[in-house]
């Protein structure tokens, strides 16, 4: 299955490529100039991955003619605020960005995020480019045009949906991750293996990074094309997602998301055991790759506190939330309960 350079067109209100490859960060000059006729690109990158990328993307951006201007700031959850936001806009009108110029995300989720929302905001919109460095990126956070900052009553409570130009995501750069950032990203596997067959049998072999990055990239496309600004279909990327949700905002940050989704789609199988939705034979099966995924998977909370830490998450409609349940491998439904039932519903 695997090749070189794999490209997956997503169609959405903006079309795009996202190229998945090896070694591709040192090429991101002339991928960028292949659907950016900007004269200037503002790179916006944290701490750790400036010392990693950011020479070699500069000086590639650069030798394809564009002026390049950097902004840097410390990586973690806790930057993903109003603060950075703003330092970011800040950024950009100092250093005179136009319409026509354009962002380079250059990280993890939380850049992706960060750039992406001051693009959506920047002069009403500008351009942007996506270029993933952790496996959590690569395969979910980075494609599908969605941006949020966090506030302190919860996460990404301020964003915008905004579609990237193009996605480059350079397998290679998994090689520098650190084992709790890989490990990170495999959480977000775990959901993907839980909703398309072809990533949990893949999950199952001798697997190649590109292709698992791949087969999640190509089963996300579908989703958002069928469904952008998240009024149905979409919803089901949120699988795990809200005891997730409660368990970071519960450990202020320290558990990162994709730990926390492997440990809320753990509390969800055990819910979908429990209502029938699934047998002991499917759940063994399915929580079995979950620990693949993620094999230190134990979550530190009482599910009571987390349905009450959950009580912002964005899938809240007034006194009722939607929970997304699992009734097989590749078959997740939603199903909306009062937020009074929700820790009766999970425990």
Same mark, same amino acid.
């Given at each position: 299955?695997?090749?070189?350079?794999?490209?997956?067109?997503?169609?959405?209100?903006? #079309?795009? @490529?996202?190229?998945?490859? $090896?070694?591709?960060? !040192?090429?991101?000059?002339?991928?960028?100039?292949?659907?950016?006729?900007?004269?200037?690109?503002?790179?916006?990158?944290?701490?750790?991955?400036?010392?990693?990328?950011?020479?070699?993307?500069?000086?590639?951006?650069?030798? &394809?003619?564009?002026?390049?201007?950097?902004?840097?700031?410390?990586? *973690? #959850?806790?930057?993903?605020?109003?603060?950075?936001? +703003?330092?970011?806009?800040?950024?950009?009108? #100092?250093?005179?960005?136009?319409?026509?110029?354009?962002?380079?995300?250059?990280?993890?989720?939380?850049? +992706?995020?960060?750039?992406?929302?001051?693009?959506?905001?920047? =002069?009403?919109?500008?351009?942007?480019?996506?270029?993933?460095?952790? %496996? =959590?990126?690569?395969?979910?956070?980075?494609?599908?045009?969605?941006?949020?900052?966090?506030?302190?009553?919860?996460?990404?409570? /301020?964003?915008?949906?905004?579609?990237?130009? $193009?996605?480059?995501?350079?397998?290679?750069?998994?090689?520098?991750?650190?084992?709790? /950032?890989? *490990?990170? +990203?495999?959480?977000?596997?775990?959901?993907?293996?839980?909703? @398309?067959?072809?990533?949990?049998?893949?999950?199952?072999?001798?697997?190649?990074? %590109?292709?698992?990055?791949?087969?999640?990239?190509?089963?996300? $496309?579908?989703?958002?094309?069928?469904?952008?600004?998240?009024?149905?279909?979409?919803?089901?990327?949120?699988? *795990?997602?809200?005891?997730?949700?409660?368990? !970071?905002?519960?450990?202020?940050?320290?558990?990162?998301?994709?730990?926390?989704?492997?440990?809320?789609?753990?509390?969800?199988?055990?819910?979908?055991?429990?209502?029938?939705?699934?047998?002991?034979?499917?759940?063994?099966?399915?929580? &079995?790759? /979950?620990?693949?995924?993620?094999? !230190?998977?134990?979550?530190?909370?009482?599910?009571?506190?987390?349905?009450?830490?959950? %009580?912002?998450?964005?899938?809240?409609?007034? @006194?009722?939330?939607? %929970?997304?349940? /699992?009734?097989?491998?590749?078959?997740?439904?939603?199903?909306?309960?009062?937020?009074?039932?929700?820790?009766?519903?999970?425990?």
């Amino acid at each position: 299955m695997t090749n070189n350079v794999k490209t997956i067109r997503v169609k959405a209100s903006g #079309e795009y @490529d996202v190229i998945i490859g $090896r070694g591709l960060i !040192e090429s991101v000059g002339e991928l960028v100039k292949e659907v950016c006729s900007a004269t200037k690109i503002a790179l916006v990158t944290d701490d750790t991955v400036d010392a990693l990328y950011s020479k070699a993307v500069e000086s590639s951006l650069l030798s &394809s003619g564009y002026k390049v201007v950097k902004f840097v700031f410390p990586h *973690g #959850e806790e930057s993903k605020n109003l603060i950075t936001y +703003g330092n970011i806009l800040n950024f950009l009108a #100092e250093n005179e960005l136009t319409r026509t110029d354009a962002l380079v995300a250059l990280g993890g989720g939380v850049v +992706g995020d960060m750039a992406g929302f001051a693009a959506a905001t920047y =002069l009403r919109g500008i351009k942007y480019i996506q270029i993933p460095t952790t %496996l =959590l990126a690569q395969i979910d956070s980075s494609v599908g045009g969605k941006t949020a900052i966090d506030l302190p009553y919860g996460k990404n409570l /301020v964003g915008a949906f905004c579609q990237p130009i $193009r996605v480059i995501c350079d397998i290679n750069a998994l090689s520098t991750l650190p084992q709790d /950032v890989l *490990g990170d +990203g495999m959480g977000e596997t775990a959901k993907y293996a839980l909703l @398309d067959k072809k990533v949990f049998d893949l999950l199952k072999t001798d697997y190649d990074m %590109l292709d698992l990055v791949y087969l999640c990239v190509d089963y996300k $496309r579908q989703v958002v094309e069928a469904d952008e600004f998240e009024g149905g279909f979409r919803k089901l990327l949120n699988l *795990g997602h809200t005891p997730a949700h409660g368990i !970071e905002r519960l450990s202020k940050y320290t558990v990162p998301h994709g730990k926390a989704v492997a440990m809320g789609l753990e509390i969800i199988l055990n819910a979908s055991l429990k209502h029938g939705l699934i047998n002991a034979n499917e759940f063994e099966e399915m929580k &079995s790759a /979950v620990k693949k995924c993620a094999p !230190e998977n134990v979550c530190p909370f009482d599910i009571k506190d987390i349905c009450q830490a959950s %009580l912002t998450d964005k899938k809240r409609s007034g @006194d009722n939330i939607s %929970l997304i349940m /699992v009734h097989g491998v590749g078959d997740c439904r939603p199903v909306k309960i009062k937020i009074s039932d929700m820790w009766e519903y999970l425990r």
